[in-house]
């Protein structure tokens, strides 16, 4: 088993069994690592995405009910592998001036200093549109670049900021190559992905 994903499934607590990330983690295992990372690098990274995440929605089914927040969350664990694999520089499970963040990319000092270069990820754990657009509001207090918000839902809402949907069209998918297509714009040297 590659180490990579050797690492996230074994560090793991064992009261954890059966959680989404172990699911997600399994599924990923059944994968190459080196077919994920070939279709990332060929640009075609939407249909893996869509592969994996469908078939850990079907696994979690079998076993028991979803539950409101699980396919968000499945979701964010998969979008931490894949920035990981994608080599994508990103700050993740942070709070940047009393606001909460789920991921940054590249980072918060960035943020800080040169907001239309770094892309906010949330993922809300609630279908609660009053909730979700009180999320938007704080994170408009240090990203005031509503297109450089980006929300991951199961369902799409009337939103001022970028969102991707679980659901239907599956919108998520494409959410990689769209970070991709936004890093490998910017000038700096950290911004660059890829070893290969």
């Not at 079998?62 to 990981?84: C, F, M, W």
């Amino acid at each position: 088993m590659p180490f990579l994903i050797t690492t996230l499934i074994y560090n793991k607590p064992s009261s954890d069994l059966l959680e989404p990330s172990d699911i997600l983690y399994s599924v990923i295992s059944e994968y190459e690592e080196q077919r994920i990372l070939s279709d990332i690098v060929q640009g075609e990274s939407a249909e893996i995405i869509k592969s994996i995440f469908e078939k850990c929605i079907s696994k979690i089914e079998k076993i028991g009910e979803i539950k409101p927040d699980t396919r968000v969350t499945i979701a964010e664990g998969l979008s931490h592998y894949l920035l990981t694999m994608a080599m994508i520089p990103s700050k993740r499970k942070t709070t940047f001036q009393s606001v909460e963040i789920d991921i940054a990319v590249p980072d918060t000092i960035t943020l800080g200093t040169s907001p239309q270069d770094v892309i906010v990820i949330s993922f809300p754990k609630t279908n609660d549109i009053n909730v979700i657009k009180s999320q938007i509001e704080s994170m408009k207090k240090v990203q005031p670049n509503p297109d450089n918000i980006w929300v991951v839902l199961e369902d799409d809402m009337k939103l001022d900021t970028k969102t991707y949907t679980l659901k239907g069209s599956m919108t998520f998918a494409n959410m990689l190559n769209d970070l991709i297509g936004f890093t490998s714009g910017k000038k700096q040297s950290k911004l660059k992905i890829f070893k290969i």
